[in-house]
């Protein structure tokens, strides 16, 4: 017995219907063979939906993601740039306060000057380490090529090869990235 036997006919339905042509009235008997297939077929369109927004979801949290990263990255290395210009003015300004004889610094005349020029460097190391940049240790310590760049060997009885026994140019360090290598000069064997 199918479905459309046990339901009584609604008089209201039939008198809505007429008029209407019977191919696009829902003729249930007719489809009750193809209905669990039509069933199934929507079922698994259903779950082939939810796979299509589970992955849809997937990617926008990655892309979240990626644009959270970008943006504190943004943020953190926005100075880089500039960074790497003021790095030239610091160390012109450490040359100039190492050139000064030791007997001008003991000078009246020359005191403030010197004092001034002293308290501009240490301004400079202030802000270096408010943005995150750091000096690169170099002296003392093997050559490291993602710090260092080796400029000179030079010989040397007192050092271990490949061992940084002078500076020539302070690296520095933006965070966890790297600004300038400090450029160095390393022991090798002597002659």
Avoid: C, W
Wanted: zero cysteines; aromatic letters at 4%.
């Amino acid at each position: 017995m199918s479905d459309n036997e046990t339901r009584p006919t609604d008089a209201e339905v039939e008198a809505e219907l007429k008029g209407v042509p019977e191919d696009m009235i829902d003729q249930s008997s007719a489809k009750d063979s193809s209905s669990g297939d039509e069933a199934a077929r929507l079922r698994e369109e259903l779950e082939a939906a939810k796979q299509d927004v589970l992955y849809a979801k997937a990617e926008t949290q990655n892309v979240r993601r990626r644009m959270e990263k970008d943006i504190a990255d943004a943020r953190a290395y926005a100075a880089t740039g500039f960074a790497r210009d003021i790095l030239s003015v610091a160390d012109n300004l450490a040359r100039a306060l190492e050139s000064i004889p030791a007997d001008l610094r003991e000078d009246e005349k020359f005191k403030n000057l010197v004092a001034g020029l002293e308290a501009t460097g240490r301004e400079i190391e202030k802000v270096f380490g408010s943005h995150g940049i750091t000096r690169i240790a170099a002296m003392g310590l093997p050559l490291d090529p993602h710090q260092h760049q080796a400029m000179i060997e030079m010989p040397s009885a007192d050092a271990e090869p490949g061992t940084v026994i002078s500076e020539l140019q302070a690296g520095y360090m933006i965070k966890d990235r790297l600004l300038r290598p400090a450029m160095v000069a390393v022991a090798k064997k002597p002659d």
